[in-house]
């Protein structure tokens, strides 16, 4: 019998009717002959509210004892999960983290995950269980409750499904699946049947809301293959895989839009060798993280260095990069927080010429002004004036023709 | 240093500021000079949430999967109790009881210690830590998540005192001590400093709001001295411990009241050998707890046989004894509810005698009839008329001058 993970998110969990929902769902797949590993998160907004409360008694609380309180949230979730299978006939066993032996290194609150001992679930399932399982969070080999951090419960399906050695590792969402551009932006984006590990990395934005970029590199690394699905509605979803020969016929795969970040500007920076790298080592000791980074040289002597951070890191970074600029003896720093980055993402890219001048084209035929240019093998970044975002990924979409037919 | 330890009930950690209190006193018997292990139940009501959560997904739950349910409770306490404690300076860390090794039965929902492996809670005493558990739950040799019943936090506080060898187990709760007779029945009532075990479990129905009878008789067994003090208030509280000199020169501890309980009749049982052991083989295997049981053979060939059962159980009761009855050639089965429950305890009564002519005449003086009497060593039970039950506590609390002098 095939074995499939799933996961199911907080939001396709969030009160008792949902519950049942998954409940049928999933009793409905073993049913058709399945073996079924089903990955939990905590209901709704259960992390979020435990957060707040743990913030009324101490405003940084101690990381430890942040999983020991938020670890309950899955576990809760989990239980109650059992219970409405068992309402409907099935055998249904429920598992912390820590139960299963997801074993994982010791940094509470952004866990790693080590190792996993298959031993009680396999038992488990060998019993004729559906086994449920309590996501992001196992435990050090000292016996430590952990969390593995945002995006965790993803993680921990897409790592059981890995050394279960699972046909597919199934993630449910409250999305039909991922598109070629944000369907509020265009209405004619078009849901992808498949797309490749490195094209949802580099389509963040599209996929931030779906998965979690972590779970997506494991899966990369390890080759399990997710499919992510809407928890309510049938249908296929979009099945995240290792690249092939269909995908590259495919040029551009998708659209997205980045509207949180903000481009700062040093001007007049010396043109001397280890500049930029003391600017930068600033950011990075004051854990900012830098996106785009451009440097043209226009003058003999000097020239104007820009990168895009978060919005919500702008001020820390201003202060930081005024201090650098005074240091390196530059002459002075400004921002514009008024930007949009629109990427273009597909690795029939790198087989394909003219992708870069038909995205620039698109562009010039709206008069849209592109800012920035930054690009890797298989995404072309531009950043534009922020008004005209919305109206610069509707033109490359069509462009493309990546619309519904 | 000496070892405490300490148990703080749901309502003691009801909300952030009464967690903060809790806290608050911890700390300062820490800076006392002590050692501390705290043992905390779930945040107020959470328990009895999660039950009525359970029940709307399945009316009758799996018990493996309500501990697991169950057991978050204790955890959120631990971790927020650990946060307030950080926040003041202190040490602190918090584990479940799977965590610090509480390893009981695969009875769920009512499982029974077995063993308490103490090397993680000595480790983190040692490094400095006052040490937060999880009231309430442990694990089965298996891994399997299980919790300890109602009473289950005391009933943790007790056994780490046993196995920790600790000076004392002091049970927070939101009364001074317990009294020699409830309170708002006799307004004179006089907190007790001191009582035994015995007594205490005698006195059910002035303990029991106080402290699990189960409890009680693993400190009996294990000889260890349980305090129990007001969380919020000041003061010594009473202190249960075996017997001494100094308790058995008071005859008489206190007067209990019990409202709760119905009697059924059996009238006319046939007057032959093992009668009596069959209807309450009946009642024993319907799983109804029977307190009082009295036959008075006044005819040759059959008997009067009277029972209280708890009200709850009578609809039940009263099903069971009719079929019992017909069984046995018994002539018909009448109840009353209308009936209370007085009990004089105390250990001098064993040295002491004259207590029950003493305790019916103070019940004469009022004309409170006595409708049925049993004894044990050191306590009398009657049941009078329900209307008259506080009027016989008040009778006989004045009789023994039990009040405030």
């Known amino acids: 019998m095939k074995l499939i993970v799933q996961k199911y998110g907080g939001s396709s969990v969030a009160d008792v009717a949902r519950i049942e929902r998954v409940a049928k769902r999933i009793v409905a797949r073993k049913r058709r002959g399945f073996r079924l590993v089903v990955v939990v998160s905590a209901l709704?907004?259960?992390?979020?509210?435990?957060?707040?409360?743990?913030?009324?008694?101490?405003?940084?609380?101690?990381?430890?004892?942040?999983?020991?309180l938020l670890s309950t949230g899955e576990q809760v979730s989990v239980a109650l999960l059992a219970m409405a299978i068992h309402r409907l006939g099935e055998k249904a066993v429920s598992f912390t983290g820590p139960q299963v032996g997801i074993i994982t290194d010791q940094f509470h609150t952004k866990a790693r995950i080590l190792d996993i001992n298959t031993e009680r679930i396999r038992k488990a399932l060998g019993q004729g269980n559906i086994v449920i399982v309590a996501g992001f969070q196992g435990k050090t080999l000292g016996g430590e409750i952990t969390t593995l951090g945002r995006g965790g419960s993803d993680l921990t399906a897409v790592a059981l499904a890995k050394v279960l050695k699972a046909k597919a590792c199934e993630i449910y969402t409250d999305v039909d699946g991922i598109y070629t551009a944000d369907p509020r932006i265009c209405p004619d984006a078009r849901k992808l049947d498949q797309v490749s590990y490195d094209e949802i990395l580099e389509l963040a934005s599209l996929g931030a809301k779906v998965m979690h970029s972590r779970s997506v590199e494991v899966g990369k690394k390890f080759n399990v293959p997710?499919?992510?699905?809407?928890?309510?509605?049938?249908?296929?979803?979009?099945?995240?895989?290792?690249?092939?020969?269909?995908?590259?016929?495919?040029?551009?795969?998708?659209?997205?839009?980045?509207?949180?970040?903000?481009?700062?500007?040093?001007?007049?920076?010396?043109?001397?060798?280890g500049v930029a790298a003391k600017v930068f080592k600033r950011l990075a000791d004051a854990n900012i993280n830098v996106d785009m980074i451009i440097q043209n040289k226009t003058e003999t002597k000097s020239t104007d260095l820009s990168f895009t951070v978060s919005k919500s890191d702008l001020p820390k970074t201003l202060r930081v990069v005024r201090e650098a600029a005074r240091a390196v003896g530059a002459a002075h720093v400004g921002c514009d927080e008024n930007i949009a980055k629109v990427s273009v993402v597909g690795v029939g890219m790198r087989s394909h010429s003219g992708v870069a001048s038909k995205t620039f084209g698109a562009l010039a035929k709206r008069k849209i002004n592109i800012e920035m240019i930054s690009t890797s093998e298989i995404k072309i970044s531009c950043v534009v004036d922020g008004k005209k975002g919305k109206e610069a990924v509707r033109a490359i979409h069509k462009e493309f023709g990546l619309g519904k037919k």
Chains 1, 2 share one sequence.
Do not use: Q, Y
């Open 226 to 273: 997710i499919r992510v699905l809407h928890s309510r509605r049938n249908g296929e979803g979009t099945l995240i895989t290792k690249e092939n020969r269909k995908m590259e016929e495919v040029v551009v795969s998708g659209v997205a839009l980045n509207e949180e970040e903000a481009k700062v500007t040093i001007f007049k920076v010396p043109d001397r060798p």
């Open 44 to 68: 709704g907004d259960t992390t979020d509210e435990l957060i707040a409360l743990a913030r009324k008694i101490c405003p940084e609380p101690e990381e430890r004892e942040m999983d020991m």
